[in-house]
Nanobody, 127 residues
């Protein structure tokens, strides 16, 4: 049963923007921290951005700070990643992930803390 579904990936020129969405089943969205990870060909999966269950706290990888913004709409069980000023090095498969129930405002940044994963959406940035 698919419970996290990403969308919004595609091909964009360097300097352009994309918005990724992650739609979640209610049971794995509410009261959970959420995150975006990415994996480029030949590289390990890396943390991109995360948001606490309430949306109060966010965390970003240094490589995307100031360019990407993570948000969530708890009424729609959906998380977003607005990606601006895209660079060729942002090319990767992007995955959304959810922790188990976590009502702290600490945002996990390691993949081991996330228990549910989507199938991924591909982002390609042409130079």
């Amino acid at each position: 049963q698919v419970q996290l579904v990403e969308s919004g990936g595609g091909l964009v020129q360097a300097g352009g923007s994309l918005r990724l969405s992650c739609a979640a089943a209610l049971g794995i969205f509410r009261y959970r921290a959420m995150g975006w990870f990415r994996q480029a060909p030949g590289k390990e999966r890396e943390f991109v951005a995360g948001i606490s269950w309430s949306g109060t706290s966010t965390s970003y990888a240094d490589s995307v700070k100031g360019r990407f913004t993570i948000t969530r709409d708890n009424a729609k069980n959906t998380m977003y990643l607005q990606m601006n000023s895209l660079k060729a090095e942002d090319t990767a498969d992007y995955y959304c992930a959810a922790t188990n129930t976590d009502v702290t405002d600490v945002v996990p940044i390691t993949s081991q803390r996330y228990d549910h994963w989507g199938q991924g959406t591909q982002v390609t940035v042409s130079a």
